[in-house]
T-cell receptor
């Protein structure tokens, strides 16, 4: 059974720092991995989608990597801003295209 | 890009009443939609998979008679919480997979249900 773990559960850093969020999964047989952002009481915003054949995706200050063999993905945020404060979730899609979710990392960027 | 519209965004209802939540794919056809529930400080939990024209597939522990799902068209799925109780208060989010978008998922904005 696929399990997705996100470390750390919470992270607080000063504005301007670069940071890395981690996501690990137990079964390497995934179709894709997706990183989402969730603001309090709000829905989800898809940030980056990495297909199983890809190793990384970039969007603006965000870069996500995928290493299927080791069951790991990282989300790199460059030059963090207070507006980046949110909960970041990763999810892997299995062979039925169903998503298995991590518990999320709550990120706080201090001005 | 693909857009999923979810309504209402917030609803407060009395115990014992039923609440319907709508999820529409605005610019694509979604043969499959997913319904999630999220309790405070917890991750999303898949409740059921909604398939157009057929019965929904419910996850273990989710009462299908309580959470009625209807997927009558390729652009609309509804979740009805019947005989709601305070413990049903939660954040409900729908999602659809756009089969032309590399199997990525698009999410609705969510519905905050409060049962009083």
């Amino acid at each position: 059974k696929q399990e997705v773990t996100q470390i750390p559960a919470a992270l607080s850093v000063p504005e301007g720092e670069n940071l890395v969020l981690n996501c690990s999964f137990t079964d390497s047989a995934i179709y894709n991995l997706q990183w989402f952002r969730q603001d309090p009481g709000k829905g989800l915003t898809s940030l980056l989608l990495i297909q199983s054949s890809q190793r990384e995706q970039t969007s603006g200050r965000l870069n996500a990597s995928l290493d299927k063999s080791s069951g790991r993905s990282t989300l790199y945020i460059a030059a963090s801003q207070p507006g980046d404060s949110a909960t970041y979730l990763c999810a892997v899609a299995d062979s039925n295209y169903q998503l298995i979710w991590g518990a999320g990392t709550k990120l706080i960027i201090k001005p | 890009g693909a857009v999923v519209s979810q309504h209402p965004s917030r609803v407060i209802c009395k115990s014992g009443t039923s609440v319907k939540i709508e999820c529409r794919s605005l610019d694509f056809q979604a043969t499959t939609m997913f319904w999630y529930r999220q309790f405070p400080k917890q991750s999303l939990m898949l409740m059921a998979t909604s398939n157009e024209g057929s019965k929904a597939t419910y996850e273990q522990g989710v009462e299908k008679d309580k959470f009625l799902i209807n997927h009558a068209s390729l652009t609309l799925s509804t979740l009805t919480v019947t005989s709601a109780h305070p413990e049903d208060s939660s954040f409900y989010i729908c999602s659809a997979r756009d089969g032309t978008d590399n199997y990525g998922y698009t999410f609705g904005s969510g519905t905050r249900l409060t049962v009083v």
